[in-house]
């Protein structure tokens, strides 16, 4: 089944406690993104990647790292989380190749909550 | 960069009416809209897209209208259903990247 898994699915940590949400697609795209969701203020784009080891910036990039190793994984990292990044964050990938098409598929979020 | 705005940010509707969601997007260059439904607990699903070059698409019970002059597009969806009841989000190409700007999102409630 063609699919986007992130782990972990929620997530409630303290101020300061490095974290890692791992996020993998099994469908050879080459397009991988992180967004956060917030009341009243939508998906925004955190980071994204165009390929491996290509990387960039999207909206809301402070207090984030990301890194694309294997064309599969895109983890998103909270070197030092902090309360206002409680959210929820999906991670979504599609293709780029020509004919590939816009469709972007994305995961079923994860929920983290820092105190 | 692109910018999305998307109204209502909550609809109520009776079971069986039509609901529209209206978008509008500010830069002219953009070549596609998705529109999304999120179901409660889930991600976001494409539901309908649309490209520049049409004006309309339909797919059963949901159609999008696309104006590239005045730059809006929107979703329309007939006989609604309980099940209709989600957050539904719009979206437009931005950026040299191809990345989706979305909109704020429009939470709709079907009453039975």
């Known amino acids: 089944e063609a699919q986007v898994t992130q782990n972990p699915r929620y997530l409630i940590t303290v101020t300061g406690k490095k974290l890692t949400v791992t996020c993998s697609q099994n469908?050879?795209?080459?397009?991988m993104s992180w967004y956060r969701q917030d009341p009243g203020l939508g998906l925004r784009q955190i980071y994204y990647?165009?390929?491996?080891?290509?990387?960039d910036k999207g909206d809301v990039p402070e207090g984030y790292k990301v890194s694309r190793k294997e064309k599969r994984n895109f983890p998103l990292i909270l070197e030092s989380p902090s309360p206002n990044q409680t959210s929820l964050y999906f991670c979504?990938?599609?293709?780029?190749?020509?004919?590939?098409?816009?469709?972007?598929?994305f995961g079923p979020g994860t929920r983290l909550t820092v105190l | 960069g692109e910018n999305v705005e998307q109204h209502p940010s909550t609809l109520s509707v009776q079971e069986g009416d039509s609901a529209v969601i209206k978008c509008t997007y500010s830069?002219?260059?953009?070549?596609?809209f998705p529109w999304y439904k999120q179901e409660l607990g889930k991600g976001p699903q494409l539901i309908i897209d649309?490209?520049?070059?049409?004006g309309e698409k339909k797919d059963q019970r949901i159609a999008v209208t696309l104006n590239k002059t005045a730059k809006h597009f929107s979703l329309h969806i007939t006989e609604t259903q309980p099940e209709d009841s989600a957050v539904y989000f719009c979206?437009?190409?931005?950026?040299?990247?191809?990345?989706?700007?979305f909109g704020k999102g429009t939470k709709l409630s079907v009453k039975p």
């Open positions: 469908m050879n795209h080459e397009y």
């Open positions: 649309i490209r520049s070059n049409v």
């Open positions: 830069d002219s260059a953009s070549n596609y």
């Open positions: 979504a990938s599609r293709g780029v190749r020509t004919g590939a098409g816009y469709e972007q598929f």
């Open positions: 979206a437009a190409i931005g950026g040299s990247q191809g990345n989706l700007i």
């Open positions: 990647s165009m390929n491996v080891e290509v990387t």
